[in-house]
């Protein structure tokens, strides 16, 4: 190996640590899943998480509205100017994914668009655009995930990524149900609010002033709904090589477990996020990956 490519080598692999470093510290449920893969993938879904992470943390961030936008444009031009000259260590290992594996880095577009979205405090009428929504901010991962574990990115598992990933996120949504409403985002349709009789204000001490009963039954409407998304999403699993199945089989454990959680108990939601404790996360973890060895 020459000088010049060795230096090109490390700088990869730097490039990959670094991604890796931020996957394990921030990525939480996720990172449950991404460790069971092989070396070669799991830097290549860090990547993707790392980029993806960079555009959540421009929309949930402190600058003015304007500076996001402007921030998530300056995204949009970073992922269409990917290559092997980047300086940015998240692109360098994004430009090496894309070359080893079929991901196609140009779905990151839609993950913009959903967080632009947010920026303008977009609120949807129907779920029909709410899930519009969470295929554009989950289903996008999903489809970008499924380039990673070796997939084209059309046909059924494709179809069958996308749901998983709308999933997904519409169990965020129902985790976050307290705090995004006191950070000003109304993610759940109106239609379903009026349904109900919700309003979802928030009284003087930042709690629902709607009556409980017509919120937990909300919440179990949700609940219910999102199981569908499940079935169809976890179809996914039998067209995964072992590894890869372990990981989705992880990583979609974990927030199902969540969901089964809130439709338990509709009333936690109500009283702020609630979340699994690790040990019970690698539980499931280690069950996907024993499970996922035939």
């Known amino acids: 190996m020459s000088s010049s490519a060795g230096l090109e080598h490390d700088?990869?692999?730097?490039?990959?640590r670094y991604c890796e470093r931020i996957t394990r510290t921030q990525a939480r449920n996720f990172f449950y899943g991404i460790r069971l893969l092989p070396p070669v993938?799991?830097?290549?879904?860090?990547?993707?998480?790392?980029?993806?992470?960079?555009?959540?943390?421009?929309?949930?961030?402190?600058?003015?509205?304007?500076?996001?936008?402007?921030?998530?444009?300056?995204?949009?031009?970073?992922?269409?100017?990917v290559g092997p000259d980047a300086k940015d260590p998240v692109l360098v290992a994004l430009a090496d994914t894309a070359r080893r594996l079929p991901v196609p880095l140009e779905v990151f577009h839609e993950l913009i668009d959903g967080c632009e979205a947010d920026v303008?405090?977009?609120?949807?009428?129907?779920?029909?655009?709410?899930?519009?929504?969470?295929?554009?901010?989950?289903?996008?991962?999903?489809?970008?995930?499924?380039?990673?574990?070796?997939?084209?990115?059309?046909?059924?598992?494709?179809q069958r990524a996308d749901?998983?990933?709308?999933?997904?996120q519409?169990?965020?949504?129902?985790?976050?149900?307290?705090e995004d409403r006191r950070g000003g985002r109304v993610y759940l349709p109106t239609e379903d609010l009026r349904r109900f009789g919700v309003s979802l204000e928030?009284?003087?001490?930042?709690?629902?002033?709607d009556p409980p009963d017509a919120l937990n039954e909300?919440?179990?409407?949700?609940?219910?709904?999102?199981?569908?998304?499940y079935s169809e999403g976890l179809r996914l699993l039998p067209l995964l090589d072992h590894r890869s199945r372990a990981c989705c089989?992880?990583?979609?454990?974990?927030?199902?477990e969540l969901l089964r959680h809130i439709a338990d108990d509709p009333a936690a939601v109500t009283r702020g996020r609630i979340t699994l404790p690790g040990r019970q996360k690698m539980i499931v973890a280690a069950r996907s990956l024993a499970g996922m060895k035939s």
């Open 11 to 16: 700088r990869v692999r730097d490039a990959y």
């Open 41 to 81: 993938k799991r830097g290549a879904l860090s990547a993707v998480y790392s980029f993806a992470r960079r555009v959540d943390d421009i929309g949930d961030g402190s600058l003015s509205s304007e500076q996001k936008l402007l921030r998530l444009q300056q995204a949009r031009q970073d992922i269409d100017d």
């Open 120 to 158: 303008r405090g977009t609120r949807y009428d129907t779920f029909e655009q709410l899930t519009h929504y969470c295929r554009c901010v989950a289903g996008s991962v999903g489809r970008l995930s499924l380039g990673v574990f070796g997939h084209e990115v059309t046909g059924p598992a494709a």
């Open 163 to 168: 749901s998983l990933g709308v999933a997904l």
């Open 170 to 178: 519409l169990t965020n949504i129902l985790r976050d149900l307290l």
């Open 202 to 209: 928030l009284d003087s001490r930042g709690m629902f002033t």
């Open 218 to 229: 909300l919440v179990r409407f949700q609940a219910r709904r999102i199981e569908g998304w």
């Open 249 to 256: 089989a992880a990583m979609a454990g974990i927030y199902h």
